[in-house]
């Protein structure tokens, strides 16, 4: 078994973390959304992330003023724990050890996409059609569709 392997999160990990995300953790990720999004845009393999990550934290921003409810909890929670583990320097596979480093984050955001995609295309959905998007969201809207 090689060191990868070991320290790869798996889904049962990853649904352990989501189980755990709190509205205060989703409010965290909100907050942190510069630096969060500043990571998507610049690491290699968290790149094809980046499109995708601006329509999450649309979503759960409009989750959390109420704007759009239409989702579950868990889906919320995915998100806000997916994208709080890329934030922490320290996880199973600290970020700063070259060439392995973000290869957990990468795993626990495939996880996750995989999970919410039907979500996340509802979501796209109901904002297209409801007319609540910026010029600027209706481009991020229709490349990550």
């Known amino acids: 078994m090689?060191?990868?392997?070991?320290?790869?999160?798996?889904?049962?990990?990853?649904?352990?973390?989501t189980e755990n995300t709190t509205t205060d953790d989703v409010d965290k990720v909100i907050k942190r959304e510069g630096k969060?999004?500043?990571?998507?845009?610049?690491?290699?393999?968290l790149k094809?992330?980046?499109?995708?990550?601006?329509?999450?934290?649309?979503?759960?921003?409009?989750?959390?003023?109420?704007?759009?409810?239409?989702?579950?909890?868990?889906?919320?929670?995915?998100?806000?724990?997916?994208?709080?583990?890329v934030l922490s320097p320290f996880d199973l596979i600290p970020d700063f050890i070259p060439g392995l480093g973000y290869l957990d984050d990468m795993t626990v955001m495939t996880i996750v996409v995989g999970w919410i995609d039907s979500d996340l295309h509802k979501y796209l959905d109901w904002k297209l059609s409801h007319n609540l998007t910026t010029p600027d969201e209706i481009e991020t809207l229709e490349q990550a569709k």
């Open 36 to 45: 969060i999004s500043f990571i998507m845009s610049t690491v290699k393999v």
């Open 48 to 85: 094809k992330y980046y499109k995708l990550f601006d329509v999450m934290m649309m979503m759960i921003k409009d989750y959390r003023k109420g704007i759009y409810t239409a989702v579950p909890w868990f889906t919320i929670a995915a998100i806000g724990g997916a994208l709080l583990y």
């Open 2 to 17: 090689s060191l990868k392997d070991t320290f790869t999160p798996d889904e049962e990990y990853v649904r352990d973390q």
